[in-house]
């Protein structure tokens, strides 16, 4: 299938919606979904810190593995984050495209600040439009729900200072190449429809727009 020979990755600050675009294009194309921070939370035994977005330079030789066959039918999330990074993934494959979310600072600052989390699985919860049926309360398993440290409202600042300074020379990387393609917006589901119609240029999709 032709979807098997797409290399594509989604970048973007911590809150930018990264995981669901891609939780979506995997739907929609047949891909298989890689995220850098999961596999890291996983790593480090399912903990509360979101090491995915800070751990810049230990990352590469953690994740680099996983993205071999059957990487090459897949969408990654959140990786390269660093200059380094990237050229290590050079090394590996050739990306085909590269997306990237542009959110504006105050957006992302509000979903930051919101969010709360199920430290075992990770999966995340927004107050303002993806509450818990329960608030604090996991849907699947009924345990309480946490704010990692770097959500708080006084540290999201510097983390969204600290992606921005990071990622700059990563983005210009891809520009220069013309495989990058950036999204601007402040809600995932406006943003979504530019990217299904992107991909649907590039491989043939397994569901319809509408069907996500």
Same mark, same amino acid.
Not at 137 to 147: A, H, K, S
């Given at each position: 299938? *032709? ?9 973007? &600050? ?44 230990? @990352?590469?030789? *953690?994740?680099?593995?996983? /993205? %071999? =066959? ?9 990786? =390269?984050? %660093?200059?380094?990074?990237? !050229? *290590? ?17 105050? %957006? ?16 995340? #919860?927004?107050?303002?439009?993806? =509450? ?17 440290? !770097?959500?708080? &409202? ?8 600290? +992606?921005?300074?990071? *990622?700059?020379?990563?983005?210009? /990387? +891809?520009?220069?190449?013309? @495989? ?5 917006? %402040? ?6 429809? #530019?990217? +299904? ?6 491989? &043939?999709?397994? /569901? ?5």
């Amino acid at each position: 299938m *032709a979807s098997k020979l797409l290399r594509a990755v989604v970048l973007g &600050p911590p809150g930018s919606g990264k995981g669901t675009v891609c939780e979506r294009i995997a739907r929609s194309f047949g891909l298989q979904h890689l995220s850098s921070g999961q596999f890291l939370r996983e790593s480090l035994g399912g903990g509360g810190g979101d090491s995915g977005e800070d751990g810049f330079v230990s @990352i590469s030789a *953690a994740f680099l593995p996983l /993205l %071999t =066959p059957p990487f090459w039918c897949g969408a990654c999330t959140g990786f =390269p984050r %660093t200059l380094g990074q990237a !050229e *290590a993934l050079d090394k590996i494959c050739e990306l085909d495209l590269v997306i990237s979310l542009n959110i504006p600072f105050e %957006t992302l600052k509000d979903r930051l600040s919101a969010r709360w989390v199920h430290p075992a699985s990770g999966r995340v #919860y927004n107050m303002d439009f993806n =509450p818990p049926h329960v608030r604090g309360i996991d849907d699947l398993t009924g345990e309480p729900l946490v704010q990692r440290e !770097e959500d708080r &409202p006084e540290a999201v600042a510097a983390r969204l200072r600290k +992606y921005k300074d990071a *990622a700059k020379p990563v983005i210009e /990387l +891809y520009k220069s190449r013309g @495989i990058l393609h950036s999204f601007s917006g %402040t809600e995932t589901n406006k943003i979504w429809p #530019y990217v +299904y119609t992107l991909l649907s240029s590039k491989i &043939p999709p397994v /569901l319809s727009d509408e069907e996500n």
